[in-house]
Structure formats: C-alpha cells, structure tokens
C-alpha cells in the first residue's frame, strides 16, 4: 500500500473545520478576501496550482495544499491547518474522482456562501473509478484552465478582460513548447510500443501517438497502493523481458520495491527509461516547465531506443 503522508485522522480534521465555521457564523455572508482585496484561491495539489496562479496574475493569491514532492496524494491526510485555509478559500480547485476526498468533506464542513468550488471530474463527467489524473490529458488542461478563467472572472467580473487575456497567453504562449513536443513526438514515434508503471500516463500515451502495453490493471493497481494480480505482473515482467516494449516510463514519487524490480529488469534488457512524476518536481516550476522537462526525457529515451 502506499504509506500515508500525514498521520492526523480525518474526523479530526473535519471536527475543526467545523468549529472553524462556527467560530465565523456558520454560513457566513461569504468567502473571505486575501490581502489587497484579491481572490484567495486554494488549489488541492499543485500542478493545478501552478495553473490557477498564471491565469489569476496580480488578481489574486494561489495556495496550493500538495506541493511537496514526497507527499502522496493518493493517502494525503488534511492537517487543521489545511482546514483553515479552505475555510478562507473564495476559489477551491480540486481534482476529484476519488483522488481527493478530503476536499468536499472540509468544505461541507465549513459551508460559506459565495465560495466557488470547482472539481475537475465533475467538469469532465468523469465518476469514481476513471483514471484520475487528468493534468497527464492535454485537451484537459485546456478545459481546465478555461474552467478555472470563469471561475475568476465569476468572483471578479470587474477584470473579466484581464483574465480572458491571461487565459490566451496561456494557452498559446506558456503552452506552446508543451504542444510542440507533445506533436513532435507523436510525427517521429507514433505506434512505439512502451511501458509504464502507473496510470497516469495512460491518460498522455495516446496524444503522443505511443501504444501502451502495460496491462492497465497493472498500472491502476500501482497507481492506487492496491494489489496487483499474479497475471498482471507476469504481463509486465514478459514485455520487458521479451522486449515487447521499446521503452519504460515510471513514477520515480513512487518506485515501489515491485516497481524497482522491473526497472531492474528493464535496465539489464537494455531497455531505455524515463522517469515521470505525479506532482511538480521541482516543486517550484510551472506546471508547462515541468511537462516539458518530462517529455523531452521521453523523446530522448524513444530516441535512444529506435535511433530516430
């Protein structure tokens, strides 16, 4: 299983954000402001922090609660500490589908009205059980940022223009490199058989053109910190070993003993690797810097495996 970041119990949690709400009126007349009169925006992990904070500019402040790479969002545990700055939150950005419950049980906890509370599943029409990691989706992170652009333009309809224009740099300026070697991969590479680890780049193989061959079992399983069947693993180590795949991409956030094996294996096969990683690592870069950095490890490890 994948070990739990923090140790602090969930009804704990919940028990003082609800004294929070009751220490503000519960229900109050709405969301408190940031400093300087400016949106306060809370974002459940970072890579959709790092989003939010360059469509919002000078307009408003962006937290993000996951930003250590070490943390596991999968088993994270809220602090009271995470309860009050959700509780101050005019803007909430969670990413939902079961990847972070806590979020929707803190807010319930601490209801104010005029917060505006945006999930990605739920934009997305996505429900428990599908893959959850949608920032690995290049036409999700448009939707998302275009949804998140609204959000601020709904809570400051003053800078509306403001943020349709962060909005358009974005997407055709912070983006562009992403998009172009996103492209670049999929014209040289298209139809390279590879392997992966987890489930999150499930959701990235198919705009770079890539077939993935790793039973999708196998990797929500380890995506998950659940079992992983007998049949699953003898799939995977027999791709590596009979080199049914060119290259093998894993989560270096999680490199489970199981994970280190086949990376082994890889590694004595001759089989090129590429590392990927669930949050923004480092943490301090955006989230474009930090896809593209990963791609270009892609890229070169297709390179290296087919001399293309």
């Not at 229900?27 to 790092?50: D, K, L």
């Not at 995506?223 to 894993?250: D, P």
């Not at 199981?258 to 089989?271: H, K, P, V």
Request: hydrophobic share 45%; with cysteine.
């Amino acid at each position: 299983m994948r070990s739990l970041s923090r140790a602090v119990l969930l009804p704990t949690i919940l028990a003082a954000a609800l004294a929070l709400a009751l220490l503000a009126g519960c229900g109050g007349t709405g969301a408190a402001t940031a400093s300087g009169g400016r949106i306060s925006v809370v974002a459940a992990e970072n890579f959709w922090g790092s989003i939010a904070s360059q469509l919002a500019g000078n307009k408003a402040t962006v937290q993000s609660v996951i930003a250590n790479p070490a943390q596991d969002p999968h088993s994270y545990q809220p602090t009271a500490g995470d309860a009050r700055t959700l509780a101050t939150a005019q803007l909430v950005i969670a990413n939902g589908i079961g990847y972070d419950p806590w979020v929707p049980r803190l807010l319930a906890a601490n209801p104010t009205s005029g917060r505006v509370a945006l999930t990605v599943g739920a934009l997305l029409g996505l429900q428990q059980g599908d893959n959850p990691h949608r920032w690995y989706a290049p036409a999700d992170v448009e939707a998302v940022a275009a949804a998140i652009a609204a959000a601020l333009e709904k809570l400051d309809p003053k800078d509306a223009a403001y943020f349709k224009q962060r909005l358009g740099q974005f997407e055709s300026t912070a983006l562009a490199r992403y998009h172009a070697v996103i492209s670049a991969i999929r014209a040289r590479y298209s139809g390279v058989p590879v392997g992966a680890s987890e489930s999150m780049f499930a959701l990235l193989a198919p705009a770079l053109g890539l077939h993935l061959v790793t039973p999708y079992g196998f990797m929500k399983a380890i995506s998950e910190g659940t079992e992983v069947t007998a049949q699953n693993t003898v799939t995977a180590e027999r791709q590596i070993a009979q080199h049914q795949i060119k290259v093998w991409i894993y989560n270096s956030q999680n490199a489970t003993p199981e994970i280190q094996r086949l990376n082994s294996l890889a590694r004595a096969q001759g089989i090129p690797i590429a590392t990927i990683t669930e949050t923004l690592s480092p943490p301090q870069a955006s989230f474009e810097q930090w896809q593209v950095a990963q791609l270009q490890r892609i890229e070169q490890a297709l390179r290296e495996a087919t001399g293309r």
